[in-house]
T-cell receptor
């Protein structure tokens, strides 16, 4: 299965600033997703990162707050903009490889906003 | 839409006890089913999966059988260890769509 490198692994940020999280995969993948896991909660899908076009956002998430890029089949970024303490979460990149059911998660970025 | 319901935790067991974590799902088609595990301070790892009815996924002594008639995918282990302490998420996916997760069940195994 694909191996995902997600950076940074953790960060502490000031409110009002932005943080960009990178997701690098060691092979070309069909689908890339960004999830959020708020403290003590399950995972919620933020958006599907589409190669060469705008990301597809889930209800409750907007591009201005969570801009996403996916310039090729192995790389994507998620930016958390104008952060507030409510954005403190773990953010995870996930991919589906070519050939179907393999579904891999990155190790996550633990974000704390102060 | 798709949904996953799993038993609330925390579940506290003594070492070598039998574990069952219940999971049921609702889906419009024929999903693939997964169990993910999240150890303290770590990311999410795929524990096991099943892609069609009656399939049994297994890994590290854990098992789960895809039961279409009861729309269930219960996680079991015959003898848990302290190192199994983690949060377990049941999940489903239809085709190449997003994964839908349950709320997670925290397992604590005491010596």
């Amino acid at each position: 299965s694909a191996v995902i490198s997600q950076k940074p692994s953790r960060d502490i940020c000031q409110r009002g600033t932005s943080l960009t999280i990178q997701c690098q995969v060691d092979s070309q993948v069909t689908m890339m997703f960004w999830y959020r896991q708020q403290p003590g909660q399950s995972l919620t899908l933020i958006a599907t990162a589409n190669q060469g076009s705008e990301a597809t956002y889930e209800s409750g998430f907007v591009i201005d707050k969570f801009p996403i890029s996916r310039p090729n089949l192995t790389f994507s970024t998620l930016t958390v903009s104008n952060m507030s303490p409510e954005d403190s979460s773990i953010y995870l990149c996930s991919v589906v490889g070519t050939g179907g059911y393999g579904y891999t998660f990155g190790s996550g970025t633990r974000l704390t906003v102060v | 839409g798709d949904s996953v319901t799993q038993m609330e935790g925390p579940v506290t067991l003594s070492e070598e006890a039998f574990l069952t974590i219940n999971c049921t799902y609702t889906a419009t088609g024929y999903p693939s089913l997964f169990w993910y595990v999240q150890y303290p301070g770590e990311g999410l790892q795929l524990l096991l999966k099943a892609t069609k009815a009656d399939d049994k996924g297994s890994n590290k002594g854990f098992e789960a059988t895809y039961r279409k008639e009861t729309t269930s995918f219960h996680l079991e282990k015959g003898s848990v260890q302290v190192s199994d302490s983690a949060v377990y998420f049941c999940a489903l996916r239809e085709g190449y769509q997003k994964v839908t997760f349950g709320t997670g069940t925290k397992l604590q195994v005491i010596p």
